[in-house]
């Protein structure tokens, strides 16, 4: 006869238990992905309200220029004013611009990486990432009044300026101002070195320097609380600058994470030329240790700029700084797919 099967036991009990488990596992990943979420939706707000107040202050800022200059524009010496502290309100635009448009970006593309991990939780393959408009709809607006309708109480002080034309191009400010690069008679054209007011927020470049190089510079300052100081977990032996910066962030950031591989012979470039981290993950293969990895991917694209991030590879994913992935052929263990540890490359920026 067949052995005698207790209460709560045989293959049916079995199941149901990996079951839960697996249950389990799933809803501790969902809820930290829901609390990831909440946190890039709430970063994301306040960045679009701090870019609000940014042109608010600059949009007062130039009021109170003209006000303070009144009827003096209409002389030679008030002109060249007038013009000065206009090309300042546009630099300051410019940076506001360039801030709002490389914050919406980060935040977009971590927003793609985040809703790639609900996919892996249902155990589908992430797709290819969509190019995420870095300006999207950033809520610019008010503007600054200026031309030949003047400031009630000083007639028409800016009629003299009419011939100006637009450096700022289809700049999305709505009700902005029309002011610009063709100049005035007798002071050529003033404005025309900023003609590429609207050039797009481009990569971070390659930069050069050993301790308080330019690049730790860039990244201490781009992102506030981002701690770039040292030492980090890996040994900065034969590492380059912008993956120094990433050892040390990543190390401050997630104090959990107990060892990150750096140097090292490999068949490929990127641990020999010093441009790559393996960040080894603890706990890997459960669900605790799983979000974590995805912590770590969503800050480094958060970061990706002031870190100069080329690629990241996570659970058999290639991942880009957009946020977009590709999945890797299945190479036999967890170390090679990179389930136990998220591999991360930088720019490089020179040793």
């Given at each position: 006869?067949?052995p005698?099967?207790?209460p ?8 149901q ?5 697996e249950?389990h596992n799933?809803t501790a990943a969902?809820d ?5 979420g909440r ?5 994301a707000?306040?960045?679009a309200?701090?870019g609000?107040g940014?042109?608010?202050?600059i ?5 109170a220029d003209?006000q ?6 209409n002389?030679p ?7 000065a502290a206009i090309?300042?309100r ?7 611009v360039?801030t709002?448009?490389a ?9 793609n990486?985040?809703a790639?991990?609900?996919g892996d939780?249902a155990?589908?393959?992430r797709?290819?990432?969509m190019g995420a ?5 950033m809520?610019m607006?008010?503007?600054?009044p200026m031309?030949g309708?003047?400031?009630p109480g000083?007639?028409a002080?800016?009629?003299?300026l ?5 450096p700022?191009?289809?700049m999305?400010?709505?009700g902005g101002?029309p ?5 005035m008679?007798g ?7 900023l003609s590429?007011?609207?050039?797009p927020?481009?990569?971070a470049?390659?930069l ?7 690049a ?6 781009a992102?506030?609380?981002?701690d770039?100081?040292g030492?980090g977990?890996?040994s900065?032996?034969?590492?380059q600058?912008y993956?120094k910066?990433?050892n ?5 950031a997630?104090?959990e994470i ?5 140097w ?6 990127w641990h020999?030329d010093?441009l790559a ?8 293969d459960?669900?605790e240790?799983r ?5 770590v ?6 970061n990706?700029?002031?870190?100069g991030?080329d690629?990241?590879?996570?659970r058999?994913?290639m991942?880009?700084p957009d ?16 389930y ?8 490089g920026g020179?040793?």
């Amino acid at each position: 006869p067949p052995p005698s099967i207790t209460p709560g036991e045989g293959q049916a009990a079995d199941g149901q238990q990996d079951s839960a488990v697996e249950h389990h596992n799933s809803t501790a990943a969902l809820d930290a992905l829901d609390a990831t979420g909440r946190a890039e939706l709430d970063a994301a707000g306040a960045s679009a309200s701090g870019g609000r107040g940014n042109m608010e202050s600059i949009i007062a800022a130039a009021v109170a220029d003209v006000q303070a200059l009144g009827l003096s524009t209409n002389t030679p010496e008030g002109k060249r004013a007038l013009i000065a502290a206009i090309k300042t309100r546009l630099e300051e635009t410019r940076g506001t611009v360039q801030t709002g448009a490389a914050e919406a970006g980060t935040h977009a593309a971590s927003a793609n990486a985040n809703a790639a991990g609900y996919g892996d939780v249902a155990g589908l393959t992430r797709p290819a990432g969509m190019g995420a408009n870095p300006l999207g709809a950033m809520p610019m607006s008010g503007g600054m009044p200026m031309g030949g309708g003047g400031m009630p109480g000083f007639g028409a002080p800016l009629s003299g300026l009419s011939g100006l034309t637009d450096p700022l191009g289809a700049m999305p400010m709505s009700g902005g101002m029309p002011m610009g690069g063709g100049g005035m008679p007798g002071f050529g054209a003033p404005l025309s070195g900023l003609s590429g007011l609207t050039a797009p927020f481009t990569q971070a470049a390659k930069l050069t320097g050993s301790n308080g190089s330019p690049a730790a510079k860039l990244a201490s300052a781009a992102i506030p609380g981002l701690d770039t100081s040292g030492p980090g977990k890996a040994s900065e032996r034969g590492l380059q600058q912008y993956t120094k910066l990433m050892n040390r962030a990543i190390s401050n950031a997630f104090p959990e994470i107990e060892e990150i591989g750096g140097w090292r012979q490999d068949a490929l470039k990127w641990h020999p030329d010093g441009l790559a981290l393996d960040v080894m993950i603890p706990n890997w293969d459960t669900a605790e240790g799983r979000a974590l990895g995805d912590r770590v991917v969503n800050f480094l694209i958060r970061n990706q700029k002031p870190l100069g991030l080329d690629h990241i590879i996570w659970r058999q994913q290639m991942i880009q700084p957009d946020g977009s992935s590709s999945r890797m052929d299945d190479q036999g263990n967890a170390t090679q797919n990179h389930y136990d540890h998220v591999h991360v490359a930088s720019l490089g920026g020179g040793y």
